[in-house]
């Protein structure tokens, strides 16, 4: 439509960041002639959050019919809803939780406690499988979510997950890092100061488990993780565990603030 793409970026770093952190210029401001509401359609593509883009390629599909049709019919494409097919599609929406209001608001509470006052609390869930525990929980982090939370880790330990090391704090730190890829310059550049120093001196190790650190650090993505590391397995492994802890602390302290 536009002839260009929505980021440009030197290197692969500075797009992600792109990406994730700036709104793309709508197409109709580079070619005027555009219908306003392709622009929109696009638009909507590029949403940062999920929700906000459409569910699937067939919403995409219906709208683009739609303006066509609308263009055979009246010369033009007046505004419209878009997505609307989804929307329809989804009554009263997901993540319905019945009957939990009482566990909701002790985890809540719970959370609260901890955000206010910097206080470590647990939260024991259990029952039977099939109870629900993964759907409360799941409609706590979401309640948390809106509440304005800042960030939120979660990360589900499967019996006889192997292989994979360090799965577990891996999939803790990822969105945590890829949050801060997302974050404004002046953000960014702050908490790139902390991670640095956190991730030290393991950072290319750690950049190997979880990319996102590399893009934070800017370290070269074809660069391998050395193959041998220079200390014995055991002292490696505890030198990794413990700068994943350091990084999990950088996001345990004070909310940064550009
Ligand atoms: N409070 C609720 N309201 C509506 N639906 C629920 C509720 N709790 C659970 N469900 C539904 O019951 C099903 C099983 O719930 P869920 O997966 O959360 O159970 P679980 O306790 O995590 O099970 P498992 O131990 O096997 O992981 C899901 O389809 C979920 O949507
Ligand atoms: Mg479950």
């Keep these: 439509m536009t002839g260009r793409l929505p980021f440009e970026g030197a290197d692969a770093a500075a797009r992600v960041h792109a990406h994730a952190s700036r709104i793309a210029r709508a197409p109709a401001e580079l070619v005027p002639q555009l219908p306003p509401q392709l622009s929109l359609l696009v638009m909507k593509l590029l949403e940062k959050t999920p929700e906000h883009r459409y569910t699937d390629a067939a919403g995409v599909l219906a709208d683009l019919r739609r303006c066509e049709t609308l263009l055979r019919q009246h010369g033009r494409i007046p505004l419209f809803a878009l997505d609307a097919h989804s929307a329809l599609r989804k009554p009263g929406g997901a993540g319905l939780v019945l009957g939990r209001d009482a566990e909701l608001q002790a985890l809540f509470a719970l959370y609260r406690e901890v955000a206010d006052s910097a ?102 993505s074809g660069q391998p993780v050395p193959a041998a590391p220079e200390a014995a397995p055991a002292l490696e492994r505890e030198r990794v565990l413990q700068g994943m802890a350091r990084l999990i602390a950088c996001f345990a302290g004070p909310r940064v603030r550009s």
């Design 119 to 220: 206080r470590m609390r647990a939260a024991w869930v259990s029952g039977p499988s099939g109870i629900g525990k993964s759907t409360l929980l799941r409609e706590a982090v979401a309640r948390m979510q809106r509440s304005g939370a800042p960030l939120l880790a979660a990360a589900k330990s499967e019996e006889g997950r192997r292989g994979k090391p360090y799965a577990l704090l891996v999939e803790v730190l990822d969105p945590l890092l890829r949050h801060v890829v997302g974050c404004a310059n002046e953000e960014f550049a702050v908490w790139r100061n902390r991670i640095a120093a956190a991730a030290k001196p393991v950072e290319r190790t750690l950049a190997g488990l979880l990319p996102a650190l590399g893009v934070i650090l800017g370290l070269q």
